[in-house]
């Protein structure tokens, strides 16, 4: 008998094109799973309604975000996409894990504050343990939605409704990722042992790609400053104008050495998709100038991007098949997700509902 293959969960919100960024540092990386773990790919959509944000855009953003994902390597037939709103049981779940939850604890997480502070809103610990909010009139931008700060409850319920084995995290994440592995050890002490604590996903390093404007700050989506992002769909020219123009260092020395983060960052995405040490980059670019290095760069990128670019133009219109990909990943999620919240519910002393 051939041994059960262990459950990979990773979800991300549908907000947009994904970032090269997003690419060589996740997804790039999930595609290696899908042979030896049973794997479920979740695109949050409730997640993405704790912003502002409008009703057309997140149904386009869906599906474009299912096309971007089938086109990057994430084979429907090899993994189960799924949409999270299409499976009952998120909000279910993160529910009765939310009256487990101390207020204390979604106050103090760090991603909270910070997208508090982004509003306008300064969060305070006390010494006996209060969090206290305070906010400049003039720079409050909104108010912080309750959904804010219940966000890492349900990223808990999301992955614990799966009894996922491992989670795939960026560092911005490894918060939410103990809260959900506390609450799982919590909900086993209280009710016996129900959920599997969830490990850190640790496959290939993922690269972290910085932004070309900025290679202090990580790539990103929503950088205002978009000369700094390049998206996978890209025209190559824009990805060439993008490169070319990055920032760069004193010197000319192509070397990923502290004091030059902006060559250091493009040495980082070249070697992410040649698969070339640092060592051998800085050796086949010794004595070139940074002008004919980010040129190679710009080229590498382009290759790589290319052949996905042509993937999601095939894609993108196909709104049958894409559907088709969704249902049979809700589907799929949707048998697990009863299981386990049919046991959660008997286990906290829910009636059964009459047949």
């Known amino acids: 008998m051939s041994e059960e293959k262990k459950t990979v969960l990773t979800c991300a919100q549908p907000t947009g094109q994904l970032t090269l960024g997003n690419y060589l540092g996740a997804v790039m990386n999930w595609e290696t799973m899908l042979n030896d773990y049973d794997c479920y790919f979740g695109i949050v959509d409730m997640h993405a309604t704790t ?49 487990m939850t101390p207020i204390g604890e979604l106050q103090r997480m760090t991603q909270f504050k910070e997208k508090a502070a982004k509003l306008g809103f300064a969060v305070k610990e006390e010494e006996n343990s209060d969090v206290k909010f305070s906010h400049d009139g003039a720079k409050a931008q909104a108010t912080i939605n309750a959904g804010l700060l219940f966000y890492p409850v349900l990223m808990a319920a999301d992955i614990l409704l799966y009894n996922a084995d491992m989670v795939p995290v960026g560092d911005d994440q490894k918060q939410h990722l103990e809260l959900c592995r506390d609450l799982a050890r919590r909900f086993n002490n209280a009710y016996s042992e129900t959920f599997k604590i969830p490990e850190p996903y640790i496959g290939k390093t993922g690269a972290r ?32 104008k993008k490169i070319m123009s990055s920032v760069t260092d004193s010197g000319s020395e192509t070397t990923a050495s502290p004091d030059k983060p902006g060559i250091a960052n493009l040495i980082n995405i070249y070697r992410a998709i040649t698969n070339e040490s640092i060592e051998s980059v800085e050796t086949a670019f010794s004595g070139k100038g940074y002008g004919e290095f980010k040129a190679a760069v710009a080229d590498v990128v382009i290759d790589k991007l290319t052949p996905i670019q042509d993937k999601y133009k095939e894609l993108v219109d196909d709104k049958t098949y894409l559907n088709q990909v969704l249902k049979d990943g809700a589907d799929a999620a949707q048998k697990k997700a009863y299981k386990l919240l049919s046991k959660v519910y008997r286990k906290i002393g829910y009636l059964e509902r009459p047949r």
């Open 51 to 99: 912003s502002p944000y409008k009703p057309a855009d997140l149904r386009k953003n869906t599906i474009q975000c299912a096309a971007q994902y089938i086109a990057c390597g994430l084979d429907p037939e090899r993994s189960n996409q799924f949409v999270q709103s299409h499976v009952m049981g998120h909000s279910e779940l993160s529910w009765v894990l939310g009256c």
């Open 209 to 240: 790609i910085m932004s070309l404007a900025d290679p202090t700050r990580k790539m990103s989506k929503s950088d205002k400053v978009t000369a700094g992002t390049i998206y996978i769909l890209d025209d190559p020219k824009v990805i060439r």
